[in-house]
């Protein structure tokens, strides 16, 4: 009765997270303004802008975007994930990976997403080269850059060799139980 009660318990606590999620959509509120500022700006000196800046504030636009899109990601995905199934029925313009990506596809957008941002970032800062640019910190962008991509490919290489256990397994009344080899 007691392990029934704490298992109800953690299994209800999953309610908790909700709140985080509905901090992140206020989080995209707030990205939605500063994607509006930078709009305003970038349209604002378009006219006198040079080819570089207008290609910065391209990236910029682009830049943000990539973040809500991954604020996104995150919101449906933990929600879908951790706290309660979506319904999709009746929405037939909902996106169709909404309800379907599981972890391990979470955690790749994931990962390409960061890899994107960072890969913009780094552009930006090679675009603003200069005779006062700080080597350290370019190299730092380039090191962190460089453990992104090795991260994503690394967490690709696993999830593909792991997959092949998982699709050796089978449901038995609930539980998954794995083939022996």
Do not use: C
Not at 150 to 176: E, M, R, T
């Amino acid at each position: 009765m007691l392990e029934r009660l704490i298992e109800g318990t953690l299994f209800r606590s999953r309610w908790l997270m909700a709140p985080f999620y509905l901090g992140l959509v206020v989080s995209m509120f707030v990205l939605l303004v500063k994607f509006g500022r930078e709009l305003i700006h970038f349209v604002s000196i378009s006219l006198t802008a040079t080819e570089s800046d207008v290609i910065l504030g391209i990236l910029s636009l682009v830049d943000l975007t990539l973040t809500g899109n991954l604020v996104l990601i995150v919101i449906f995905s933990g929600y879908e994930n951790f706290v309660s199934k979506i319904d999709p029925e009746g929405h037939p313009d909902w996106p169709e990976w909404m309800t379907k990506v599981d972890f391990t596809g979470l955690k790749q957008k994931l990962l390409a997403s960061i890899v994107a941002i960072s890969a913009i970032s780094l552009l930006k800062a090679f675009m603003n080269l200069g005779p006062d640019t700080n080597q350290t910190n370019m190299t730092w962008l380039v090191i962190i850059h460089v453990v992104f991509v090795g991260s994503s490919l690394i967490l690709a290489l696993s999830d593909k060799l792991g997959d092949g256990k998982v699709h050796d397994n089978k449901v038995q009344g609930g539980k998954v139980e794995a083939k022996s080899h």
